[in-house]
């Protein structure tokens, strides 16, 4: 077997970068690097003395391709190095300029798979030697070869734009327009949702549960809206509204969407409690961001679900690990489309892993549903491939950086589990 040949892909579009890496690694023995603009590209090369080839896009941001590519000729320690470029420019001038760049070949956007991979067989084998081990795969068998496999597919979807965009419910984009006049009374939002009996059923029954508690039954939406406040109403409109972005007809991924909409509902509650334990401005604001936060595996979920109807996926574990791989790069591209706000992109995007910078250096609101994911997961309230942080929430570098304490976490812990169970019960007085 050949030994592994070390490519440099440098692509700043999410889908055209995966849909490279899915088809190199599923049939070239490689390790592969991504960069996502020049600079970064040529960083990687200066550092890396091991790259065996170059793959660029041609128009990057900060530095384009062709930049790039100069930076790499212009250099004694990598002028030698194969340099493809990716351009969507099919004039001839682009081509030449790139030919006479010292680029070896071009690969047209978008691409053709096979040609892709016979393109590739030839320019390996020129670096071996010898021909390229095709349909390499990382020594493993059944459910890692079948996740690549499903990546691939999602891949070519999102680089085809082959998807459906989850739908935002109607009513509350309207109410959400109102809320941004100050001047929005409660009967005037009331007028506007009681168009929808199943979201106004479960407001009252809101304002009406142990979570809001009260010895005066609410019978009107108007009095349901007061007693709920305007800030409060407006996260828990968005959760009844779009309870359809968590259902399927398929019971095998009914169950999933629904331990995310649990999940997400246990962040947002434990966001909230966290933000009002620390005494931030706004704790309403940390709830819709817990929300929030996971919204890409719902869009994830949405592709696998369309592939499995005319592919059937029968290894759970792969959907599990791919909504888990792209969920947060996913959440990004649908919040993006959906004109959200920044800050919400940025929790979708980067909550995860806080793990390249100081903790100090992150944004309160990013370290508070980093944690309360954690304790969302550490109740059980998550998907079955998630798993408990594995040490005591409060000995957690990021519970640390917010001086929270063993008693205050404990204490927040406890609260979830009967607000999921008051919650749920609300839900199911709308079916």
């Known amino acids: 077997?050949?030994?592994?040949i070390n490519i440099l892909i440098a692509e700043d579009d999410f889908a055209i970068a995966l849909a490279l890496k899915t088809i190199i690694n599923n049939n070239f023995n490689c390790n592969l690097s991504v960069?996502?603009?020049?600079?970064?590209?040529?960083?990687?090369?200066?550092n890396n003395k091991n790259i065996d080839l170059i793959m660029s896009d041609w128009n990057m941001p900060i530095k384009t391709g062709c930049e790039f590519l100069q930076d790499v000729k212009r250099n004694e320690h990598t002028?030698?190095?194969?340099?493809?470029m990716l351009t969507a420019r099919a004039d001839k001038d682009s081509v030449v300029q790139a030919g006479t760049g010292g680029v070896i070949d071009y690969i047209h956007k978008p691409f053709d798979r096979a040609g892709l991979i016979e393109k590739l067989k030839g320019i390996i084998s020129t670096i071996h030697g010898k021909s390229p081990d095709n349909n390499q795969t990382d020594n493993g068998t059944g459910?890692?070869?079948?996740k690549r496999e499903i990546v691939g597919e999602i891949a070519e979807k999102l680089k085809a734009d082959?998807?459906?965009l989850p739908i935002l419910c109607d009513v509350v984009n309207t109410v959400n327009e109102m809320l941004k006049e100050s001047d929005a009374t409660s009967s005037e939002l009331a007028e506007v949702i009681k168009n929808d009996p199943v979201v106004t059923t479960r407001l009252i029954a809101l304002s009406n549960s142990p979570i809001y508690v009260s010895v005066r039954k609410n019978k009107t939406l108007e009095d349901a809206i007061t007693r709920i406040g305007l800030k409060e109403f407006k996260n828990y409109l968005w959760i009844f509204g779009h309870l359809a972005l968590f259902q399927s007809t398929d019971a095998r991924f009914s169950k999933l969407y629904n331990a995310i909409r649990t999940h997400s509902v246990a962040?947002?509650?434990?966001?909230?409690l966290i933000a009002r334990?620390?005494?931030?401005?706004?704790?309403?604001e940390c709830f819709h961001l817990g929300l929030m936060h996971d919204i890409g595996a719902i869009l994830v979920l949405r592709i696998l679900e369309d592939i499995n109807s005319t592919h059937p996926i029968e290894d759970d574990n792969a959907v599990l690990d791919t909504t888990h791989l792209l969920h947060q790069k996913f959440g990004g591209i649908l919040l993006k489309r959906w004109s959200m706000p920044e800050l919400i992109q940025t929790i979708a995007t980067e909550h995860e892993h806080l793990d390249d910078n100081p903790l100090d250096t992150f944004r309160t609101e990013l370290r508070i549903i980093h944690l309360a994911n954690l304790i969302s997961i550490s109740l059980g309230y998550c998907l079955p491939n998630e798993r408990d942080p594995g040490v005591e929430l409060d000995q957690h570098p990021v519970a640390k950086s917010l001086q929270l304490t063993a008693e205050q976490l404990e204490d927040i812990t406890q609260q979830i589990h009967n607000y999921i169970t008051e919650l749920d019960k609300v839900i199911a007085s709308g079916n």
Not at 35 to 46: C, K, R
């Open 143 to 146: 459910a890692e070869p079948k």
């Open 35 to 46: 960069a996502h603009n020049g600079e970064e590209a040529w960083n990687i090369v200066q």
């Open 277 to 284: 334990t620390l005494k931030t401005p706004n704790p309403d």
């Open 79 to 84: 002028r030698d190095i194969p340099f493809i």
């Open 162 to 164: 082959d998807f459906d």
């Open 267 to 272: 962040t947002a509650e434990a966001a909230r």
């Open 1 to 4: 077997m050949d030994k592994k």
